[in-house]
Nanobody, 123 residues
Framework: QVHLVESGEGLVQAGGSLRLSCAAS????????MGWFRQAPGKERDFVAA???????TYADSVKGRFTISRDNAKNTVYLQMNNLKSEDTAVYYC?????????????????WGQGTQVTVSS
């Protein structure tokens, strides 16, 4: 069982930056691929970025070059650094965990989810 808690909620202007964190419980964090997904009102949950348990990263095309996912296994934490934010990045952001995962695009591959954190970008 893994318990995930996101933080870093905020309201920023377009072009600004924000860093989200996701802290995980348990002693096996290093064996989990971690993903970030987002969901805007009235829309489906979309893939943002993922980092495999080996450290490989994948990104949605819409955030490539602007967002960076990283992990600190000593702190049981995964981060999402978001730069040059746009109004279309406004959403609730969720982190998710998939044991021994490769960093899937598909939310159905993830077993554990955080409660979500709101990111609002004003234009």
């Amino acid at each position: 069982q893994v318990h995930l808690v996101e933080s870093g909620e905020g309201l920023v202007q377009a072009g600004g930056s924000l860093r989200l964190s996701c802290a995980a419980s348990g002693r096996t964090f290093s064996t989990y691929a971690m993903g970030w997904f987002r969901q805007a009102p009235g829309k489906e949950r979309d893939f943002v970025a993922a980092i495999s348990w080996r450290g490989g990263t994948t990104y949605a095309d819409s955030v490539k070059g602007r967002f960076t996912i990283s992990r600190d296994n000593a702190k049981n934490t995964v981060y999402l650094q978001m730069n040059n934010l746009k109004s279309e990045d406004t959403a609730v952001y969720y982190c998710a965990a998939d044991q021994y995962g490769s960093g899937s695009y598909f939310y159905t591959d993830y077993d554990y989810w955080g409660q979500g954190t709101q990111v609002t970008v004003s234009s």
